[in-house]
């Protein structure tokens, strides 16, 4: 395989750092969006305008999601860093 120049591996590393964005931003922003539509309906059927009614079940769900989901995170989250540490060694040659 050919060696990757700095451009290239600036590059991928940017790539991988969208997908690693995504990958960790995906679970509860999708948590939130879907608690947040169902107090939405649930506020627009009962005429109920509580503020505290919109905001404890995303704040449940954020913490929900975040338990459950941490250790995927926390995962991801290590995988990209030994990876980009290993490119930083390719790159400056100490290794």
Same mark, same amino acid.
């Given at each position: 395989? +050919? @060696?990757?120049? =700095? @451009? @290239?591996? $600036?590059? *991928? %590393?940017?790539?991988? !750092?969208?997908? #690693? $964005?995504?990958?960790? *931003?995906?679970? =509860?922003?999708?948590?939130?969006?879907? /608690?947040?539509?169902? #107090? %939405? /309906? +649930?506020?627009?059927?009962?005429?109920?305008?509580?503020? %505290?009614?919109? +905001? $404890? =079940?995303?704040? #449940? !769900?954020?913490?929900?999601?975040?338990?459950?989901? &941490? =250790?995927?995170?926390?995962? #991801?989250?290590?995988?990209? %860093?030994? &990876?980009? +540490? @290993?490119?930083?060694?390719?790159?400056? &040659?100490? &290794?």
């Amino acid at each position: 395989m +050919f @060696d990757q120049g =700095p @451009d @290239d591996a $600036l590059a *991928a %590393s940017t790539r991988e !750092a969208m997908w #690693v $964005l995504l990958q960790i *931003a995906a679970p =509860p922003l999708l948590a939130l969006l879907a /608690v947040g539509l169902l #107090v %939405s /309906v +649930f506020q627009a059927l009962t005429q109920i305008q509580e503020a %505290s009614l919109a +905001f $404890l =079940p995303k704040l #449940v !769900a954020t913490g929900a999601v975040l338990l459950l989901m &941490g =250790p995927f995170m926390a995962g #991801v989250l290590r995988a990209y %860093s030994e &990876g980009l +540490f @290993d490119r930083i060694i390719a790159i400056g &040659g100490a &290794g």
